[in-house]
């Protein structure tokens, strides 16, 4: 049995039924300032209004933008559970209303270097967050790198954020372009939808989807869908500054309404299709499987 067939045992052994999997949303940014972070913290507390169980992976090794966001320092990550035995509960830190942490750490540049038995006890703890959430939202790092690249191809739901500025949306164009020629990448089974942030009117919201839309229908083969704007708040800015997701130190400013009605949309999308029904051992299985960035 070769490399890739004990993957796929593994993956079997510990596979859950599609209607116990959580919703795998991965929250991603051509470039960093834009809000993507503060986007998946105000997503998950929506979510949790909603009576959702929710988890926030860290993806980006690099900084700790979510955490310093929640004001909670983790104490273990990704890579004690990987290398010390620890199991998933005990890696996750708790947040406000009980919105679940998990710091990815260096465990997820780990993860090539990987035997069959650690493996088998990674995705079976991963899998095991399909028992504990019922969303949850990837935070990935911003930028166009491999190791983010690699983390949209295992994706099958996508929220790209992006911005009126023109770098924004040249990088926005530009990680879609590495998504779109990476050979993994499977359009008919990934779900991309972008959300316009920081902006002056709904309208020049829409004005920005439908620029970069353009572009992408013509030159690429990812699919599109607008998901909603969050126009620039100085409740936003002041919440930042204070650790303290807007959506609940000031739940009636406009950034918080805006995100509100981004999780009523997305709540309203069918999610018992296949497409967003692997859950988080089958992500990360699938990133194991490419196991070329790490």
Same mark, same amino acid.
């Given at each position: 049995?070769?490399?890739?067939?004990?993957?796929?045992?593994?993956?079997?052994?510990?596979?859950?039924?599609?209607?116990?999997?959580?919703?795998?949303?991965? @929250?991603?940014? +051509?470039? /960093?300032?834009? #809000?993507? =972070? &503060?986007?998946?913290?105000?997503?998950?507390?929506?979510?949790?209004?909603?009576?959702?169980?929710?988890?926030?992976?860290?993806?980006?090794?690099?900084?700790?933008?979510?955490?310093?966001?929640?004001g909670a320092i983790p104490k273990h990550s990704l890579a004690d559970l990987i290398y010390q035995g620890m199991n998933m509960k005990e890696v996750i830190t708790w947040g406000p209303m009980d919105i679940g942490f @998990?710091?990815? +750490?260096? /465990?997820?540049? #780990?993860? =090539? &270097?990987?035997?069959?038995?650690?493996?088998?006890?990674?995705?079976?703890?991963?899998?095991e967050l399909d028992t504990l959430a019922d969303v949850i939202l990837i935070d990935t790092a911003a930028g166009i790198s491999d190791a983010v690249v690699e983390f949209l191809v295992a994706s099958r739901e996508i929220i790209l954020v992006t911005t009126p500025e023109p770098t924004s949306i040249t990088d926005s164009y530009s990680l879609l372009k590495a998504l779109n020629i990476h050979p993994r990448f499977q359009k008919d089974e990934c779900s991309v939808k972008v959300i316009s942030n920081k902006i002056e009117s709904t309208a020049e919201g829409q004005q920005l989807y439908k620029k970069l839309s353009a572009v992408v229908n013509r030159y690429l083969s990812v699919k599109l869908e607008f998901l909603g704007v969050v126009p620039f708040d100085n409740a936003l800015v002041k919440a930042v500054m204070q650790q303290n997701p807007v959506s609940i130190s000031s739940p009636q400013s406009m950034s918080a309404k805006a995100y509100e009605d981004i999780v009523d949309t997305l709540m309203d999308i069918p999610h018992t299709d296949r497409i967003f029904r692997r859950g988080m051992g089958g992500f990360f299985a699938s990133m194991i499987a490419g196991r070329k960035f790490f």
């Open positions: 049995m070769d490399q890739a067939d004990k993957l796929r045992s593994i993956i079997k052994a510990n596979q859950v039924a599609p209607s116990q999997s959580a919703r795998v949303i991965t @929250v991603t940014s +051509g470039k /960093g300032g834009v #809000g993507k =972070s &503060n986007t998946a913290i105000n997503l998950a507390v929506h979510f949790r209004k909603k009576g959702k169980r929710v988890i926030i992976f860290d993806a980006d090794f690099g900084l700790a933008n979510i955490e310093v966001m929640f @998990v710091s990815g +750490g260096s /465990g997820i540049a #780990g993860m =090539s &270097n990987l035997g069959s038995d650690r493996l088998n006890y990674l995705i079976r703890n991963l899998s």
